[in-house]
C-alpha cells in the first residue's frame, strides 16, 4: 500500500517562498505522474499544478509564473516550489496520484494527507 508523506508547509508573509515536498512510499516498481491541490476553508478543493512521469508539466492559471512543479522519479518525489506568495494561497495542499505505471499493485487516486500553507498580509 502506498504512502504519501506531504512536508515543507508553514506560515509565511505575503511574497514569502515555500518549498512542498510530497514523497511516496511502500511501493514496488511503480511511478506516478502527481498533482498538487489546494483547500481553503469553506471552498472546494482546487486544482494547483501536474506533472507526468515525462516530465510535461500543467499549472493552474491562478499560480502561473509564481509556483514550480518538479520531480525526482528515482525517488518518487515531487516537489512544489512557491514563490511571490498570497494571503489567497492559504490553503491546505494535498498531492495525489494520478495514474500509476508499473503494475496492477501500483496504486491511482491516492491522496496524501495534505500540509497546511499560510500567507499573511
Known amino acids: 500500500q502506498v504512502h504519501l508523506a506531504e512536508s515543507g508547509g508553514g506560515s509565511v508573509q505575503a511574497g514569502g517562498s515555500l518549498r512542498l515536498s510530497c514523497a511516496a512510499s511502500?511501493?514496488?516498481?511503480?511511478?506516478?505522474?502527481m498533482s498538487w491541490y489546494r483547500q481553503a476553508p469553506g471552498k472546494e478543493r482546487e486544482f494547483v499544478s501536474g506533472?507526468?512521469?515525462?516530465?510535461?508539466?500543467r499549472v493552474a492559471d491562478s499560480v502561473k509564473g509564481r509556483f514550480t512543479i518538479s520531480q525526482d522519479n528515482a525517488k518518487n518525489t515531487v516537489f512544489l516550489q512557491m514563490n511571490s506568495l498570497k494571503p489567497e494561497d492559504t490553503a491546505m495542499y494535498y498531492c495525489?496520484?494520478?495514474?500509476?505505471?508499473?503494475?496492477?499493485?501500483?496504486?491511482?487516486?491516492?491522496w496524501g494527507q495534505g500540509t497546511q500553507v499560510t500567507v499573511s498580509s
Open positions: 495525489k496520484i494520478d495514474v500509476a505505471y508499473g503494475g496492477f499493485w501500483c496504486p491511482s487516486n491516492a
Open positions: 511502500g511501493d514496488t516498481g511503480c511511478r506516478y505522474d
Open positions: 506533472i507526468r512521469v515525462g516530465g510535461s508539466t
